[in-house]
């Protein structure tokens, strides 16, 4: 498994907080990914079609911007060659910087409710335009961090104004978990998100917060109506779809790989989530190549 910063070489804005890439003409026909970024694209011209997170296939038109949450699987499925877009990264400590308590719009929308796609809006249009020359000539300006930072501010508020209108989250509104509920949230995805090795047992993630896995348990439902359980199982699968499409390990192996017991755990395990076998899986995978 590969990373976009990578393979394209981006550009530097911030430090490693931020990276640009300016023409993803340069990074087609890439393997399945998992982002360590937040990552923010807006087409321009041509189509791009991706498969987040395992089993959900997206579709991004000229004018549209696709958003994806950091250590999200997502398998490129096919850029135009016509493509006319480009790529923001941001790292999680400088989303979190620049959104403040208004970061739980970013993580329920993408992780929660999964949206990825913005449509088209005159707000969109504007910052493309004003991103040109902030970003080209960042370089020269004696205020480049502050001016740069306010930008990004800018523009994650108006995707999080957006998302906001979107059906599928009117019920942010009435949403009555504490900042203190979201924080520890917010720090539960991240700790999920950078485990090569998932641990399924919601203690391991519990100690350490420095929590209970009970408290952890009514935080997590509290804020996204889903149970720790339910996030490592999906977060699981994620890493199942990647091992099973990529790599040539046995399934045993593979087990191994995730932690599993053995390979007839993993495999009932597997079973009960994709509605089929790690075999079928990899084999309609293959067929579909």
Not at 204 to 229: E, N, Q, W
Not at 241 to 250: A, H, I, R, V
């Amino acid at each position: 498994m590969e990373s976009l910063a990578n393979i394209a070489e981006p550009l530097q804005v911030i430090g490693k907080d931020v990276l640009f890439i300016s023409n993803l003409r340069e990074v087609r026909n890439l393997p399945s990914l998992r982002i360590d970024y937040n990552t923010i694209v807006v087409c321009r011209n041509g189509r791009i079609i991706v498969e987040v997170g395992g089993n959900s296939q997206v579709r991004v038109l000229p004018g549209q911007m696709l958003l994806i949450p950091a250590g999200k699987l997502i398998q490129p499925m096919m850029i135009s060659t016509d493509i006319e877009a480009n790529a923001l990264l941001i790292s999680d400590k400088m989303l979190k910087m620049l959104l403040g308590s208004q970061i739980n719009i970013w993580n329920k929308a993408l992780y929660m409710k999964e949206i990825y796609v913005i449509g088209e809006a005159d707000w969109l249009r504007d910052i493309q335009n004003l991103s040109k020359p902030i970003l080209r000539r960042h370089s020269e300006m004696h205020l480049s961090k502050a001016i740069l930072e306010g930008f990004l501010r800018m523009m994650l508020l108006l995707i999080c104004e957006d998302l906001l209108h979107h059906d599928n989250m009117t019920a942010i509104v009435e949403d009555s978990s504490t900042e203190h509920d979201k924080e520890l949230f917010n720090r539960f995805l991240v700790l999920l998100g950078k485990q090569q090795q998932k641990k399924q047992q919601v203690a391991f993630y519990a100690d350490l917060l420095h929590i209970t896995p009970k408290y952890l348990s009514t935080v997590c439902k509290r804020v996204s109506d889903k149970s720790p359980s339910r996030w490592i199982t999906e977060s699981v699968m994620q890493d199942s779809y990647l091992l099973l499409k990529e790599s040539d390990l046995s399934v045993k192996e593979i087990s191994n790989r995730l932690g599993f017991p053995n390979a007839s755990f993993f495999g009932q395990y597997f079973r009960e989530e994709a509605g089929m076998t790690p075999i079928a899986y990899r084999n309609k995978m293959k067929a579909g190549r």
